[in-house]
């Protein structure tokens, strides 16, 4: 199947940064899946160049519009190259081959009669580069909640694009293909601001000529975003090119919520009117905001070299973060102080420690060469059941283009793994003769979890499975897809190595100032704490095969002696999930909706690292159901529910039977 995906074209007014980087990098972990699942991509990027806003800045700069914009361009493709971007074609406006299909276009529009000469009398936004009608001001200002700047009034000769004449057949459109505007909540958003009523949009301007000319009255230039929109079809080469015929209309077009309004507004509308296909599928993902709450964004000055943190922490790291921090329908907070975090806990300790623990132990058991695995127990059929549920759940979260959603079930597998490795205690089978081909089968299903995480993650992390198909002395051929949730598939006597940890641990402080370092905040450094034991058997090879050989585990030191009747104070029973959702701004905090004995209550519970809110909907869990409400974020929690942890590892307690919510435990 074809599939054929697009990034918004970028203005290059400034270097790009990690809130625009998002776009991208999601984009190509869809692309990069697409791939692995056998699909003909087309992966599409570029920059938009013909606004008003870059000739602001370049005369600011006293610099040509041209050469000021090919020095950022630049900047955008070699942030691309340097967070492993698979894009195949990078459009810019400039280019002949986009001027000669919006010309084209503009004309047959206007030669129909869909765009009109009339007078413009209004508002403009040059930051936003969009057209306001006074009735829509705030206090005079760009109504755009994220902007608010000035705005300035135009009045001048420009030509008009009929949108009000399409309205209803747009409508229609929407209403009859759901999946057209994704998520839902950009979707009821756009159906009421259509049903609100459009007006013809102002089409050309000629207040200045930075742009694409119309051809039939040259003293406009095309409004740039008609100009812009047209860029998901001139680089295919509309109307005869190959690759026009093969992939439009596009599966996917990526972008921020905020220019969803163009995208599933007026881009649908033009090609309604030149009776072209329309896309089947425009999703608007929510913003990077800084830890203060506001949008990242260069005109807030509180964005951070891009390149910089490349080097500091890895392409492979800076995607899995951006990827992993964006939940459907809700926006994703960056800050260094996250990423490291995130580094630390999911990818140095989660991941990274399961494979050097693991490979640690085939190289000391078994000098390095895999050993044939012998019969499953009940514990590898469970893994195998979970790997085709986690396989299946990236498959349907990938459709549903939640990159989060995907991450999080490769994790599920993950701690699983880190389970097994305490549950079958190698260090122990070692020791024992007649044990060794247990041992055998454990040491294999080791290797196989590395090769399926390879595989899993790489349309997330391009560059990890390579690092770790080479640690297993396997190449890259063996990254298919559909053997994700197979054990069975390499080879007996494989030379695997312990090699270098594939996520060294961060110490933040290492690149703050010592001031800033003061203000590394204490529920950081506690979340280090509690996961530090595990990320120094990464770092220290030595002291890791200590630990492995001894399988000690530390525990928590059992209270203080209590009476029957003490315990009976405490009322805890079976509460069925009827909702869950991950509490904003946090990374730890699930909000639950249950039902207990006929009530409903809410309850807040810090699971959010180890479940998907999908995961829990459903499940029937034990609840402390007679705690004091307490208030947490602002949330009131009415009760607390039971879950079981050691080292990381953390699951909640379930009941299998069909017990009702409200049923006693004791
Ligand atoms: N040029 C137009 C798009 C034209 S597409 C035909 C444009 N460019 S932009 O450079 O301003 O923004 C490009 C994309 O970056 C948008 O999807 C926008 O939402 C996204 N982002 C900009 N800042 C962002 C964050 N802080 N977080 C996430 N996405 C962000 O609009």
């Known amino acids: 199947m074809k599939y054929y995906i697009t990034t918004p074209i970028f203005y290059p007014n400034a270097s790009p940064h990690i809130g625009t980087a998002y776009t991208t990098v999601a984009a190509d972990a869809f692309a990069r899946y697409h791939r692995m699942k056998g699909d003909d991509v087309y992966f599409l990027t570029g920059t938009d160049e013909n606004a008003q806003k870059i000739v ?48 084209a276009l503009f004309t047959k529009l206007h030669d129909q009669g869909d765009i009109y000469k009339s007078e413009y009398e209004g508002w403009y936004c040059t930051p936003c580069e969009t057209f306001w009608p006074e009735s829509k001001l705030i206090d005079g200002k760009c109504p755009n909640p994220d902007c608010g700047r000035e705005v300035e009034l135009l009045k001048e000769e420009s030509y008009f694009f009929k949108l009000s004449k399409y309205q209803d057949v747009l409508l229609k459109h929407i209403q009859e293909h759901p999946e057209f505007i994704q998520p839902v909540s950009r979707r009821n958003e756009m159906i009421r601001f259509i049903e609100g009523g ?19 009255d040259p003293k406009h230039v095309v409004y740039v975003w008609l100009d812009a929109l047209i860029n998901y079809i001139s680089a295919l080469g509309f109307p005869d090119g190959e690759l026009y015929k093969k992939y439009w209309p596009a599966d996917v077009h990526l972008m921020g919520k905020d ?50 943190l490349i080097q500091r922490y890895g392409s492979d790291a800076i995607r899995y973060f951006l990827l992993h921090e964006m939940q459907v329908g809700t926006d994703g907070t960056y800050s260094e102080d996250n990423l490291v975090e995130r580094l630390n806990s999911d990818l140095a300790n989660d991941l990274g420690n399961f494979v050097s623990r693991s490979l640690a132990m085939i190289v000391k058991y078994r000098n390095g060469l895999l050993p044939k695995a012998s019969e499953d ?139 800033e370092n003061q203000n590394v905040n204490q529920e950081q450094n506690n979340a280090q704490q509690s996961t530090e034991k595990l990320t120094e058997q990464a770092q220290d090879q030595t002291s890791s095969e200590n630990q492995i050989s001894e399988g000690k585990l530390e525990f928590e030191p059992i209270k203080e002696e209590i009476t029957i009747d003490e315990f009976a104070k405490i009322d805890l029973r079976v509460a ?44 029937s869990v034990v609840i402390v159901a007679n705690l004091k409400p307490a208030k947490l974020r602002g949330i009131v929690s009415q009760g607390m529910i039971l879950a079981a942890s050691q080292d990381g590892v953390l699951e909640v307690l379930t009941v299998n039977k069909d017990l009702p919510g409200g049923a006693r435990v004791k």
């Open 198 to 216: 459009l007006e013809d949009l102002c089409v050309s301007r000629t207040t200045f000529q930075w742009g694409i000319q119309v051809p039939f």
């Open 377 to 515: 127990t009940a514990l590898e059929q469970e893994l195998k059941a979970l790997s085709q549920e986690v396989k299946a759940k990236v498959e349907e979260r990938m459709e549903a283009l939640d990159p989060a959603g995907a991450l999080e079930s490769i994790w599920r597998l993950v701690a699983r793994m880190n389970k097994y490795v305490d549950e079958t205690a190698p260090w122990a089978l070692a020791k024992q003769e007649n044990s060794q081909a247990r041992l055998d089968q454990v040491l294999h299903t080791f290797a196989e979890a590395i090769r399926i995480f390879a595989i899993l993650c790489a349309p997330f992390m391009p560059k990890l499975p390579g690092k770790m198909l080479q640690l297993l002395g396997v190449d890259q051929e063996m990254l298919r897809w559909e053997e994700a949730d197979h054990w069975d598939v390499l080879p007996a006597g494989i030379q695997v190595e312990k090699g270098q940890p594939l996520f060294p641990r961060i110490d933040l402080s290492q690149w703050k100032t010592e001031g």
């Open 56 to 103: 602001r800045t370049a005369e600011s700069k006293g610099m040509d519009p041209k050469r000021y914009v090919d020095g950022i361009v630049e900047r955008f493709k070699s942030l691309w190259e340097e967070l492993d971007i698979s894009n195949d074609d990078f459009i810019r406006t400039t280019e002949e081959r986009h001027h000669k299909v919006v010309k």
């Open 576 to 619: 069925k999930i009827l909702q869950a959702g991950k509490v904003e701004k946090t990374d730890k905090l699930m909000k639950l909706e249950i039902e207990v004995a006929g009530e409903k209550r809410t309850i807040v519970s810090g699971i959010a690292q180890h479940y998907a809110p999908e995961d829990l909907v459903g499940k």
């Open 259 to 308: 220019i969803v309004r163009f995208h599933a507004v007026i881009w649908p509308i033009i090609l309604i009117a030149l009776g072209l296909p329309l896309p089947k599928e425009v999703y608007g993902h929510g913003w990077f905001l800084s830890k203060e709450g506001g949008k990242i964004s260069k005109s807030r000055g509180n964005v951070q070299d891009s390149f910089e």
